[in-house]
């Protein structure tokens, strides 16, 4: 074709017939002489003359011909950008076909059960980036169709024709990776979805294991494994945190006189810390134990202060009870079995307000909580009993040498009445001979 029209071309410019234009290039033939120097060579070319005297329809050919070519220069290097276009487009069509991206389900299905992960041949790990990457080479498609189709609109304007065989394979080929994007989608979309669904049940699995064990935990902290009697265990609260404690479960009644009594085991230094603390609304310290850094222990109530003459921290299992009545706040101090101490003015003719809560290990700063890890006990305690009123020392001297078991009327020391936290721990709790022993 491009032989073809380069031969029109030549005819034309040349005059190399046409009925249209020879009556008219008879009428107006000239012959033109030009001198030449005697010492020219006539057979070297000289510059052509300028044509004089054109009529109005050589110049109109003389446009259609540099038009033609113009033309037929643009059409030449289209079909060079389309054949590149079908090239580049064939390589990826043929990379499809031979699974590059397609891939085998089946090895896919093979490799992920082998190794647990989402292993795609070549493609990304992750579904969403193989499917942003498939995206973007769609787009980069589709923009080289829309420069192609407005290259034949320029094509169009300028008279050429684009070839319509062209354009419909690349439709065709479009199509056809387009249906190909789409499939694999589809398949990364069931690849998460069963990812996801593995996820789901692996974290049920984890769950469920969790539960399990934090259920056997809870049942360790409320002691469902037993002991011989239900008095029979201890409380350990081993590390100085404000997370580990114990907490009485029975209700305070409102008392005009009380007495407590516990055997605790400590050698923390410096200071025991608080063996337990009763706290009401709008007072934390109703009734406190406490031995803080290098002071003596002390008896609060009602944030009014007692300093004990007592002496637990070498490590020994030791026997206290401390009294204490509303009337002329008169308190006694006992350690095993003996009374130590004995004062007065100490809170009188307050009553003890009832319900609050009882905090074995930790003083408290608002009721049942805000504790302070520096004033938390270290150790052991057992058999702590409360009573509404003031034991006798021979009372007192029976259960210290364990010749008399006297629960509590008000707190009695039972197993299902007390609630560990934390990492507090109960155990099997020595004989009373043996701790008599000890001590």
């Excluded at 008279?159 to 199509?175: I, K, W």
């Excluded at 609060?300 to 009294?323: F, M």
């Excluded at 049942?368 to 009123?389: H, K, L, M, P, Y």
Aim: overall charge negative.
């Amino acid at each position: 074709m491009l032989a073809f029209l380069a031969g029109v071309v030549c005819f034309f410019a040349f005059g190399g017939g046409g009925s249209v234009t020879r009556a008219e290039e008879e009428k107006s033939a000239r012959f033109v002489c030009t001198s030449i120097p005697i010492e020219a060579d006539p057979s070297c070319p000289l510059p052509p003359m300028p044509m004089q005297n054109t009529s109005p329809q050589e110049d109109d050919l003389r446009a259609t011909v540099i038009q033609l070519r113009e033309t037929i220069l643009q059409q030449k290097e289209t079909i060079v950008n389309q054949r590149e276009t079908i090239k580049e487009l064939t390589s990826k069509l043929n990379q499809c076909e031979n699974g590059d991206l397609k891939g085998s389900q089946g090895t896919r299905r093979k490799d992920y059960s082998k190794s647990g992960k989402d292993t795609m041949g070549d493609l990304p790990r992750d579904p969403s980036e193989t499917i942003d990457q498939l995206g973007r080479t769609m787009q980069a498609l589709k923009d080289r169709l829309e420069n192609l189709e407005q290259q034949q609109l320029r094509a169009n304007t300028s008279g050429a024709s684009f070839p319509n065989e062209l354009r419909d394979l690349l439709q065709r080929r479009l199509s056809d990776l387009e249906n190909q994007l789409l499939s694999k989608v589809a398949e990364l979309e069931d690849e998460k979805s069963l990812l996801y669904n593995e996820t789901t049940a692996h974290r049920q699995r984890t769950e469920n294991t969790l539960n399990s064990l934090l259920e056997r935990i809870t049942e360790l902290e409320k002691g469902t494994s037993g002991f011989k009697s239900p008095e029979d265990f201890k409380v350990s609260l081993p590390l100085r945190t404000n997370y580990l404690y114990g907490k009485i479960k029975k209700a305070m009644p409102e008392m005009y006189a009380f007495t407590v009594c516990m055997w605790l085991k400590s050698s923390a230094s410096p200071g025991i810390g608080t063996p337990f603390s009763y706290a009401v609304p709008g007072q934390a310290n109703e009734i406190v134990l406490i031995e803080w850094g290098n002071n003596p222990i002390e008896l609060l109530i009602n944030d009014k202060v007692a300093q004990l003459p007592l002496t637990v921290s070498d490590g020994r299992w030791h026997h206290i009870c401390i009294t204490w009545t509303t009337r002329d706040g008169l308190w006694e101090a006992y350690q095993d079995g003996e009374k130590l101490g004995t004062g007065e003015n100490l809170a009188p003719w307050h009553p003890i307000k009832p319900g609050g809560v009882i905090i074995l290990g930790q003083e408290q700063d608002t009721v049942g909580g805000r504790f302070d890890a520096t004033q938390a006990f270290v150790g052991e305690i057992s058999q702590f009993n409360i009573w509404d009123r003031v034991l006798s020392a021979q009372d007192i001297m029976k259960m210290a040498n364990c010749t008399s078991n006297m629960p509590g009327n008000v707190v009695p020391w039972i197993d299902n009445n007390i609630e560990v936290f934390g990492g507090a721990t109960k155990w099997a709790l020595e004989t009373c001979e043996e701790r008599i022993f000890e001590s």
